[in-house]
Nanobody
């Protein structure tokens, strides 16, 4: 069982930056692939970025070059640094953890709201 708690969301102007954090419980954090997803009002939840246990990263095209995912296994924490934010980045951002091949059986956090004003 893994419990995830996100923090760092808020209101920011377009072009600004935010850093989201996701603190995980448990002693096996380093074995999980960690990911960030987001859900905008009226839209389905979408993948944003992931980082494997070995540090390999992958991003959705819309955030490449602007967002950076990282992890600190000593602190059981994964981060999402978001720069050059756009109004279309407004969403609830969720942290997730998985060991399997897909996100269908992942553990999820409660989410943190990010609002980007124009």
């Amino acid at each position: 069982q893994v419990q995830l708690v996100e923090s760092g969301g808020g209101l920011v102007q377009a072009g600004g930056s935010l850093r989201l954090s996701c603190a995980a419980s448990g002693r096996t954090f380093s074995t999980y692939t960690m990911g960030w997803f987001r859900q905008a009002p009226g839209k389905e939840r979408e993948f944003v970025a992931q980082i494997s246990w070995s540090g390999s990263t992958y991003y959705t095209d819309s955030v490449k070059g602007r967002f950076t995912i990282s992890r600190d296994n000593a602190k059981n924490t994964v981060y999402l640094q978001m720069n050059s934010l756009k109004p279309e980045d407004t969403a609830v951002y969720y942290c997730a953890a998985r060991r399997g091949a897909g996100w269908g059986e992942a553990y999820w956090g409660q989410g943190t709201q990010v609002t980007v004003s124009s």
